[in-house]
Nanobody, 120 residues
Framework: QVHLVESGGGLVQPGGSLRLACAAS????????MGWYRQAPGKQRELVAH???????EYADSVKGRFTISRDDAKKTVYLQMNNLKPEDTGVYYC??????????????WGQGTQVSVSS
């Protein structure tokens, strides 16, 4: 059963912007920490940004000043606004979250990923 669904990926030119969204399904009662990771071809998955329910945020150094993470707990959704995109931002972006389900709490649940490609 899929509990997180990402959207908003695509192809954009360098300097452009994209906004990713990750929504938790109706099976999710609430969410804890929510965040975004990415994996470039041939590289390990890395943290992009994550945000706690209290609003504490952490960004990768490579995206500071360009990306902004936000969340809407009423909608159980986390967003990633990506500005001034660079070719090195290319990769599959994965949503990750701690989820409260009806019968358990699940840590580090992964979405299926959305492709972001930055190229001229």
């Amino acid at each position: 059963q899929v509990h997180l669904v990402e959207s908003g990926g695509g192809l954009v030119q360098p300097g452009g912007s994209l906004r990713l969204a990750c929504a938790a399904s109706e099976t999710v009662l609430s969410t804890g920490v929510m965040g975004w990771y990415r994996q470039a071809p041939g590289k390990q998955r890395e943290l992009v940004a994550h945000m706690s329910r209290s609003g504490s945020v952490e960004y990768a150094d490579s995206v500071k000043g360009r990306f902004t993470i936000s969340r809407d707990d009423a909608k159980k959704t986390v967003y990633l606004q990506m500005n001034n995109l660079k070719p090195e931002d290319t990769g599959v972006y994965y949503c990750n979250a701690d989820l409260e389900l009806a019968d358990r709490y699940e840590y580090d649940y992964w979405g299926q990923g959305t492709q972001v490609s930055v190229s001229s």
